[in-house]
């Protein structure tokens, strides 16, 4: 079990690291010595490391980054790296909180983020998974976050107000998706490879509910709890029992192109699917044809209502009345993941670097916030450190110095 504490106020005057890196330190505290005494912002020195989460500040150089040295030893912390507000590169999965006030994000960089969305600030982060995090489910009450890497091929359950590793599997399989049953007792989690389905008990080991035989795209609860709905790469959608894992039924849908989403509506009376170039809705009692929608689909959700779907393309994202099967409007804004907050009635689209959170009535802006495409400084022996990759400016600095030999404006994204 493991902590994260946020350290802030690093000094930059501490030199000659072989770390010149960004920002804010990341510790993980072994669980005995989390105890440490409480500071109050005003009594921190530079270079010590926060016990307050709440107090998290970053450093930063005109939007940039900063570079920043080695800190001094860390007494208690079992190990530290140093971070950016940003993730180091691309946004992989998102998981939109139940309250719908907050936003969890995963990486390339292993990194587990949650932000503010009324703000967008970023409120904590979780290190633990070595590297490329794939897929993440928010618990229904918002106490845990599930969270899978493909580095590591593990599942890691976080206590999100602690910052706690509560427990972990550890399993050979590369999982495509998390789902926790609608009372919160149960996860799902579909594998690659022969694709298993494991569902672990109030949070037990997980067993085998069934194999499909193909990788699973995608899975999703039925609001009962009662079923589970899979894709797989080349087979029709199956819609399971979830206590034996026997099927119930299969869509009979064209499987030339992969599934890679699936939702049941808000009452469990319809089944959403979403393949490359077309979006099916299905009577979710007996898997017969409802509508399909023709357009590309990257990702989908439904409305807290049940009467619309969001559908997100590279081509830019769509809301649709499932009733007429035309679209109530359209934006061309791009981004494979997409979540509608039941609280707020927002809709939230996540692109490889940012996260866009639009009002679902009409699709007005309601906040932007980047979140992804910040680089680790670029550093080689004898030649000047490199910061800012991914951002629009880039900055050569003098390694023994750091003082800015040259700045570069332009390079976009």
């Not at 507000?85 to 939109?96: M, V």
């Not at 999100?160 to 789902?179: C, D, I, M, P």
């Not at 996260?355 to 080689?380: C, H, S, W, Y």
């Amino acid at each position: 079990m493991s902590s994260l504490r946020l350290a802030c106020h690093l000094d930059p005057r501490f030199s000659r690291c072989r770390g010149l890196a960004l920002a804010t330190i990341l510790a993980a505290c072994a669980a005995s010595s989390v105890a440490a005494p409480q500071q109050k912002p005003g009594d921190r020195k530079p270079g010590d490391i926060g016990t307050d989460q709440a107090d998290i500040q970053w450093a930063h150089e005109e939007g940039s980054a900063l570079l920043v040295l080695e800190p001094p030893a860390l007494a208690g912390a079992s190990r530290w790296a140093i971070e950016s507000p940003r993730h180091r590169g691309d946004i992989i999965c998102l998981a939109l909180a139940p309250d719908g006030a907050r936003v969890a994000t995963g990486g390339v960089d292993g990194v587990v983020r949650i932000w503010n969305l009324a703000d967008g600030a970023l409120e904590k982060a979780f290190a633990g998974h070595s590297y490329d995090l794939h897929t993440m489910a928010w618990s229904p009450d918002g106490k845990r976050l599930a969270t899978n890497a493909w580095g590591d091929l593990t599942v890691k359950i976080w206590n999100v107000a602690s910052g706690t590793l509560e427990t972990q599997f550890k399993k050979n399989y590369r999982l495509r998706s998390l789902r926790w049953s609608p009372d919160g007792k149960r996860l799902a989690g579909g594998t690659d490879g022969s694709g298993r389905i494991f569902v672990s008990d109030e949070l037990a080991e997980p067993r085998v509910l069934a194999e499909q035989g193909q990788a699973v795209r995608a899975l999703d609860w039925s609001p009962a709890g009662t079923q589970l709905a899979v894709s797989t790469v080349g087979g029709p959608v199956a819609v399971l029992d979830a206590r034996s894992g026997k099927p119930v039924y299969a869509l009979a849908q064209d499987t030339s192109e992969a599934t890679h989403s699936v939702r049941f509506s808000p009452d469990g009376s319809l089944l959403a699917t979403g393949a490359g170039k077309v979006v099916g809705i299905w009577n979710a009692g007996d898997g017969k044809q409802q509508q399909m929608l023709k357009g590309a689909c990257a990702g989908l959700c439904w409305s807290p209502d049940g009467t619309q779907l969001a559908v997100t393309a590279a081509t830019g994202l769509a809301v649709w009345n499932v009733g007429t099967g035309k679209p109530a409007w359209k934006q061309s804004i791009s981004g494979g993941l997409v979540d509608w907050s039941a609280e707020s009635g927002r809709l939230l689209v996540g692109s490889k670097t940012q996260l866009l959170l639009r009002d679902g009535g009409n699709g007005a802006e309601v906040k932007t916030i980047d979140a992804g495409g910040r680089m680790a400084p670029l550093f080689q022996a004898g030649r000047p450190v490199i910061t800012g990759i991914g951002t629009p400016v880039l900055s050569l600095w003098d390694p023994n110095t750091l003082k800015r030999l040259k700045r570069i404006e332009g390079q976009g994204n």
